[in-house]
């Protein structure tokens, strides 16, 4: 008998399909949703690459659950921080906070962080469709394992400039088995202690140490890995129909390492990066630095009985991590059967060459906005690795960015003195200076300044890369702004000077959020001042960051309204609040 | 020619000398100081036992900095968190803060955490000479470290009742290698992790793990400590010369750990416990708790030629860890002459006859004060250990305590509804309770109500100790009143019933601080609500108080005046002051 032939269940479905037809009316009448999210964030012991460890969750999830939304959306995240001892507060890497710039989740920049049993509510708009992440914006708690995924889909009736049949996601981190505590204290030391390079190479926060999936094509002695599974590091697999067109979503939570990313005997096509369009452009595999995102298209047109490898490999940094290894795996040929053939092998680490020819190619899609023809005001950003009082810093123009306790956002908007340095912070550095070499006085110093931008202004940036402490060294570095995208509009090698603006790209630069400097040249960066608040630009690598490298911008601060009392109850703010009730 | 023959160094001297009577005057006019005190917490890399962690440390002091003063001085401690993401707060254990009770340093009662990078002022006067300590009441950071020795001298003019030619301070604490993190993480988690034993005892900071300075004594193959050097974890050697008198200051800011303290060859007279003087008690070892301070005298009347040991060891648990070892050393005896015989040995682990019986030898001393005839309100508190939701937890009187976001100073003082519980906890439990075994039903629940005590009355506590999860397991429990020092009246076996009155010591019953309760056993202590302020009574054991195992007394809050702002800027207190300016 069959299932729809009880009257009472048939009743139940018509009931129940009329509900499905008023709800998406509703939905659709009103176009947007509101989605609300409750996390609660704790330590848990975790075991990301099969070696247990103490790693920040949320949910008792690790990473953090994916949030997905819909452009237009607004995200309520009502999270508690249930750590012991440590305040905590998280960023929507990407995510430009248009008239919320209190939510954008940064410590000492945009808000108080949320101290022990203490619950804040961010409250923000999804506005423009893209791959995103969030993750931990205080000390190294991004390190600590506190990430996750935002995804937003194109708004209801929109559509994608492009066409796939499924979908997958992956985050990618890099993991340390010494904690991000000690690693703080470490880097922080006289003389410093460098963290090194990672452990393990996660994908969705899964990886292994100590062995390899792809074992049997390596000339050591290194075990086989797990493949299945409910163990926490178990490879997550990507399960696919032959003949099908797939996207995938990748972003970068690094916290040091620059990977690059391949499947094997597929191409993919780069879209997306950074949650805009890009010009479709066909690669064998792709770079990504830490901060940044990208969604490829791939079509499964190889031969369906075997699986593939999707790889994940070290470069910008000599590697001393293994691939982080996972199976594209083609319906209906078991997961098991490993691939046939070594997994592939990345770029040389150091052919920077190559780097830089992939993030030239990487272009805005026909119709994206274009960059202004002129700049107001023009930025020059010097990078360099310094010592202060015998302690290893990086520096911006001379200063070592040191955060205050209290929140910029607020100390501008309320015009508190002492808050952070009033020494305005350079706009650029020493026309003689070498940055081929390292610098004849390495000494440099402390500073919280802020650089003020006149609103709705276009301002260049030009990061410059130049030679660290020990001779003959550069690193890369991926720098993030946030509140803002920005055009890229170029690369160089060596010394920026004016002659080089001649080659800037203006045609169709990509709007970013996050672009790399290459070690011992330049990159242009242009965008408008237009987000009223205050905006961390800094170097995505945490320990780059917590060595000071990064600064801090702000633009029509007056104009922003509305700023939560928590998001500012603590240091010079609070003490404003507090001094009004000092009677008691 | 000699050297004050110079007729211009003679005028120095003698205006120098005019200074020194002057400004001792002034003192003695004034009668007590004002001592400051500009503290720097971070973690810094240290060697306790000569193993390298992350310890916490004040100054770049391990143990921190000792404070002396003389008793009715005003102690200022400017504290400055330089933790990267965590709060912290100092506890002065044994001061009473009459009159700031905001002072007390004991985060979600008296005080919030002070946020990183902020600096907050303890201001309180030692109003009483003893040896007391200071340590972190936040999260388990005592156990990360935090703690030094604050040492009240008498008056200026006032002396002991007891005299000596040299005096010493021995601070006792034990370490895990374990991080203080990472035991909150395992102790919290479900099934629970419990902390196991420490790895080594520390006097002063300092011990030595996997070697023994008696090493020739022993069977196993252990290797022979480091005697002297630079090293972090050299010992600290006492250095005497014969035929005097001194005294040994000694306080016990262990984690877990119950000890017994010996001097090998050397009686100790028992002369101060917990800041109150105490008939002087000849005895061979002292046991100690984790709260307890003592002060002994010990004459130097053995044979100068040789050295002798002092010894710590571990009571009230089986032994797992080797006993801390140092040296007293006779002039002119050289220091590397190690004791020719072996370190005294401790009162077996479980001799629980002993310890009750040293228990009950510390009286007060003759014209101390002494307690009400008669108590206005008696309240019995079981311990238990429970489980709530699967989570190993401690519960008195079925009650595990956990502590809210808002200090309970401010929210009594505010009458700020929903800071804690409103729910008054019980004032004893069920009659039919049986102690020797575990619970029938071993569910409890969490709570944060309050024991409101009516001001200036007297309150008697009996804790009533009882069997744990595990049968035949009753633990020792060392619990700390803060505000208050309490007459211990007496000590008993089994369950407390109302005939055990009649064998309370109303005579002479010392006053302490701290008191132990022996498993299955009771342990009888009185004091007076005469201390305006919210105050925490507890387990002082370190993973028990995380466990839940305390409760909250306050009394007369209504009369507390002028707390500063900034002890209750966290939590409903911050919002409340907040609400106030919510229109910006």
Request: proline letters at 7%; charged letters at 20%; aromatic letters at 10%.
């Amino acid at each position: 008998m069959g299932f729809l032939n009880d009257p009472c269940l048939r009743r139940a479905n018509l009931i129940f399909l009329y509900c499905c037809v008023l709800s998406s009316f509703i939905q659709s009448a009103v176009g947007v949703k509101s989605r609300h999210f409750k996390w609660d964030v704790e330590y848990m012991h975790w075991s990301p690459d099969g070696v247990e460890h103490i790693v920040m969750g949320i949910n008792g999830q690790f990473p953090g659950p994916t949030i997905r939304a819909r452009a237009g959306d607004t995200i309520h995240v009502e999270l508690t921080n249930k750590l012991h001892t440590e305040g905590v507060v998280i960023h929507w890497h990407g995510i430009r906070q248009f008239g919320t710039p209190w939510a954008d989740g940064t410590a000492s920049i945009s808000q108080c962080a949320i101290n022990p049993g203490e619950t804040f509510v961010s409250r923000f708009k999804v506005d423009k469709a893209g791959t995103y992440f969030y993750h931990g914006h205080y000390g190294m708690q991004r390190s600590a394992g506190l990430y996750g995924s935002l995804i937003v889909e194109v708004a209801e009736g929109e559509k994608e400039p492009f066409q796939y049949d499924g979908e997958f996601n992956l985050l990618l981190s890099d993991w340390w088995h010494k904690s991000a505590h000690e690693q703080e204290v470490d880097l922080s030391s006289q003389p410093i202690r460098w963290v090194g390079e990672p452990q393990t190479l996660l994908i969705n926060g899964r990886g292994q140490y100590n062995c390899s999936l792809a074992a049997r094509f390596s000339n050591s002695s290194v075990s086989l890995c797990k493949l299945r599974g409910n163990e926490q590091f178990a490879p997550q697999i990507l399960h696919v129909h032959p003949n099908k067109t797939y996207r995938l979503r990748i972003a970068s939570s690094t916290s040091l390492a620059s990977l690059n990313l391949a499947i094997g005997n597929h191409k993919m096509v780069v879209v997306e990066a950074d949650g805009n369009y890009v010009q479709p452009l066909t690669v064998d595999n792709l770079d990504i630095y830490s901060g940044e995102s990208y969604s490829v298209l791939f079509t499964t047109d190889q031969e369906p009985s075997k699986n593939y490898w999707i790889s994940v490999s070290v470069r910008g940094r000599e590697p001393r991590t293994p691939q982080g290894l996972t199976i594209l795996n083609y319906y209906p040929t078991t997961v098991s059967r490993l691939p046939p053939s070594p997994p592939p092998v990345a770029p040389r680490w150091d052919d920077y060459h190559y780097s830089r020819a992939f993030s030239n190619k990487i272009l805005a899609l026909e119709g994206s906005p274009k960059p202004p023809a002129k700049h107001d005001r023009r930025i020059i950003l010097l990078n360099t690795q310094n010592l202060i009082d015998g302690y290893t810093k990086w520096a911006i123009n001379n200063i070592s960015l040191v955060l205050p306790s209290t929140p910029y956002l607020g100390s501008i908007r309320y015009n508190i003195s002492k808050a952070f340095d009033r020494n305005i912070p350079p706009d650029h550095f020493g026309h003689d200076y070498d940055i081929m070499n390292p610098a004849p006085n390495n000494n440099s110093m402390y500073g919280s300044g802020v650089y003020m931008l006149n609103f709705n202004t276009t301002v260049d940036v030009i990061l410059q890369n130049a030679n660290m402490l020990k001779p003959n060294n550069s690193d890369i570095h991926p720098w993030h702004l946030h509140g803002h995208d920005f055009w890229v509009l170029g690369h160089g090698e060596g010394k920026f000077t004016e002659k080089d603006e001649e080659k800037f790209n203006l045609k169709n630069p990509p709007l970013r959020n996050t672009a790399v400097v290459f070690p011992y040249g330049w990159t242009a960066l242009r965008f408008v001042a237009d987000n009223p608040g205050a905006w961390a630009f800094h170097c995505h690598i945490e320990p780059h960051l917590h060595m000071g490298m990064g600064v801090v911008f702000a633009e029509g601060v007056e104009q922003v309204k509305k700023i939560p009392n928590q998001a500012l109850a603590c240091g010079l703010t609070k003490k404003m609040f507090m001094m009004k009730d000092e009677h008691n």
